[in-house]
């Protein structure tokens, strides 16, 4: 996701540091007081107090009067993002049947920043066990750099692009397996760029691999990826190009008239 350049007299400085300290929260920091705020948001204390405080009054953060954490009234951004943007309506339909057709999990991913969010998703149970340890679910977020649709997604951008998010961050190992170093990540994304497919193995959590292809409208931009996750037990990675490949392209190019 790439955003809109904004005049310096447009921006609403409150607004911007409101909604970083509100991003602040995630999984490795669930409650926060007003220094951990304060330092996540890059911020002072006083002003990162003052928008937790706010937040709390307006519902979107609950307090002990020390600490802070979300609230439920958080999803209703979220929500409002799935009932009312195109992409998710569109896909589900799309990914329920797959999953219907395969009994395994499908999911519509998009970039935003270093990560990818999944944006819909129609999951199964194999035996009543779940897959993902991690439990993946709507808006779970996913690092670009280890994820089939992370790679499909970043192989769309121009070079320029790609230098620059390469330059913003270190890439971080999750596993035995994960591609941490620039020239290999490269390597691999001109390999899915070539392909127009990316087959990620245990590179994001071990014993899960994943198969994505691009999501493009008609005039070709890539807007998100499509994936299917399944574990090496079930599936061999021979399989899942032979078997879960053409399914996963005959649904990018169904839903590339709709974009």
């Known amino acids: 996701m790439t955003t809109t350049p904004i005049a310096a007299d447009d921006l609403i400085a409150g607004l911007a540091k409101g909604l970083a300290v509100l991003e602040s929260f995630d999984t490795e920091r669930q409650r926060l007081n007003a220094t951990m705020a304060a330092e996540r948001a890059g911020i002072t204390r006083t002003a990162a107090r003052r928008?937790?405080?706010?937040?709390?009054?307006?519902?979107?953060?609950?307090?002990?009067?020390?600490?802070?954490?979300?609230?439920?009234?958080?999803?209703?951004?979220?929500?409002?993002?799935?009932?009312?943007?195109?992409?998710?309506?569109?896909?589900?339909?799309?990914?329920?049947?797959?999953?219907?057709?395969?009994g395994l999990s499908f999911s519509c991913v998009v970039r935003d920043g270093h990560e990818v969010v999944i944006v819909a998703r129609s999951a199964t149970h194999e035996r009543a066990q779940r897959l993902l340890a991690h439990g993946?679910?709507?808006?779970?977020?996913?690092?670009?750099?280890?994820?089939?649709?992370?790679?499909?997604?970043?192989?769309?951008?121009?070079?320029?692009?790609?230098?620059?998010?390469?330059?913003?961050?270190?890439?971080?190992?999750?596993?035995?397996?994960?591609?941490?170093?620039?020239?290999?990540?490269?390597?691999?994304?001109?390999?899915?760029?070539?392909?127009?497919?990316?087959?990620?193995?245990?590179?994001?959590?071990?014993?899960?691999?994943?198969?994505?292809?691009?999501?493009?409208?008609?005039?070709?931009?890539?807007?998100?990826?499509?994936?299917?996750?399944?574990?090496?037990?079930?599936m061999s990675p021979a399989a899942m190009l032979a078997e879960l490949l053409p399914l996963l392209q005959e649904a990018a190019r169904e839903l590339r008239p709709l974009l």
């Open 51 to 102: 928008h937790l405080l706010t937040l709390a009054h307006l519902g979107y953060l609950e307090t002990d009067g020390s600490h802070f954490w979300l609230a439920p009234k958080v999803l209703r951004l979220s929500g409002c993002y799935l009932a009312s943007a195109r992409l998710p309506r569109i896909a589900q339909p799309v990914l329920h049947r797959l999953a219907a057709q395969t």
């Open 136 to 234: 993946l679910h709507l808006g779970s977020r996913l690092p670009a750099h280890a994820t089939s649709t992370g790679r499909v997604l970043l192989a769309a951008l121009s070079p320029p692009e790609l230098t620059q998010w390469l330059a913003s961050r270190e890439l971080p190992r999750l596993t035995a397996h994960t591609i941490t170093d620039e020239p290999g990540l490269r390597s691999l994304l001109d390999e899915a760029r070539r392909q127009d497919y990316c087959l990620a193995l245990e590179e994001h959590e071990l014993a899960v691999q994943a198969l994505a292809v691009p999501l493009r409208n008609m005039t070709g931009q890539t807007l998100a990826a499509l994936n299917i996750v399944t574990s090496p037990q079930r």
